[in-house]
């Protein structure tokens, strides 16, 4: 059993930066694929960023107005933490990110994750 933590989420002007963070417990989750999500109420949670086990490939979303390019995904597995660094921050980034592990190379659907974290608020002011 892997157990996420996020933090680092909170309010932050349009144009800033936030670092989140996902801790995990229970067991390392080194050897997993691990990715954020995000989600607005009455909206499906939608994919942002996943790294590979060892941190050497990462892949990210791509929308009309990609995250590709103002969000970096990286991992520490000495400290069993993946983070997503966020820059450029509009307002609608606002959402609950998630991050989430055990999906394999390239998932970027949900249901393809096995464990979840309780989420941690990001809002961007204007």
């Known amino acids: 059993q892997v157990q996420l933590v996020e933090s680092g989420g909170g309010l932050v002007q349009a144009g800033g930066s936030l670092r989140l963070s996902c801790a995990a417990s229970?067991?390392?989750?080194?050897?997993?694929?691990v990715g954020w999500f995000r989600q607005v109420p009455g909206k499906e949670r939608q994919f942002v960023a996943a790294?590979?086990?060892?941190?050497?490939?990462?892949?990210?979303?791509d929308y009309a107005r990609s995250v590709k390019g103002r969000f970096t995904i990286s991992r520490d597995n000495a400290k069993n933490t993946v983070y997503l660094q966020m820059n450029s921050l509009k307002p609608e980034d606002t959402a609950v990110y998630y991050c989430?592990?055990?999906?394999?190379?390239?998932?970027?659907?949900?249901?393809?994750?096995?464990?979840w974290g309780q989420g941690t608020q990001v809002t961007v002011s204007s």
């Open positions: 989430a592990a055990g999906g394999r190379y390239g998932a970027t659907i949900a249901g393809q994750f096995d464990y």
């Open positions: 229970g067991r390392t989750f080194s050897g997993y694929t």
């Open positions: 790294i590979s086990e060892s941190g050497g490939s990462t892949y990210y979303a």
